[in-house]
């Protein structure tokens, strides 16, 4: 099974930054794609960024160009960088791992961290 945790949360001013990593553990064969999703209150969960192994990226168009995510193979964790933080922008951001658990032939499976609170002040 894995595990992810996330980390880096906190309470900003609008123009800011802040760095959210998501470490994932436990046992499997590989970790897949990685993302950062977001859900403010009253409003669904929506995608922030997403990343595969090879490094491509996807963004919400809401993000791109303040936010980048990223990641590190060999200590399987996914960053994400979000500078420029508006008021919109506040949220638990929750990470994402799509993983295989026994061999490359093994169906994804997808897993979910607990979230961490982003909060901007105007």
């Known amino acids: 099974q894995v595990q992810l945790v996330e980390s880096g949360g906190g309470l900003v001013q609008t123009g800011g930054s802040l760095r959210l990593s998501c470490a994932a553990s436990?046992?499997?064969?590989?970790?897949?794609?990685m993302g950062w999703y977001r859900q403010a209150p009253g409003k669904p969960r929506e995608l922030v960024a997403t990343?595969?192994?090879?490094?491509?990226?996807n963004y919400a168009v809401a993000v791109k160009g303040r936010f980048t995510i990223s990641r590190d193979n060999a200590k399987n964790t996914v960053y994400l960088q979000m500078n420029s933080l508006e008021p919109e922008d506040t949220a638990v951001y929750y990470c994402?791992?799509?993983?295989?658990?026994?061999?490359?032939?093994?169906?994804?499976?997808?897993?979910w961290g607990q979230g961490t609170q982003v909060t901007v002040s105007s």
């Open positions: 994402n791992a799509d993983f295989r658990q026994q061999n490359f032939f093994s169906l994804p499976s997808s897993v």
């Open positions: 990343i595969t192994t090879n490094g491509a990226t």
């Open positions: 436990g046992i499997f064969f590989s970790i897949d794609a």
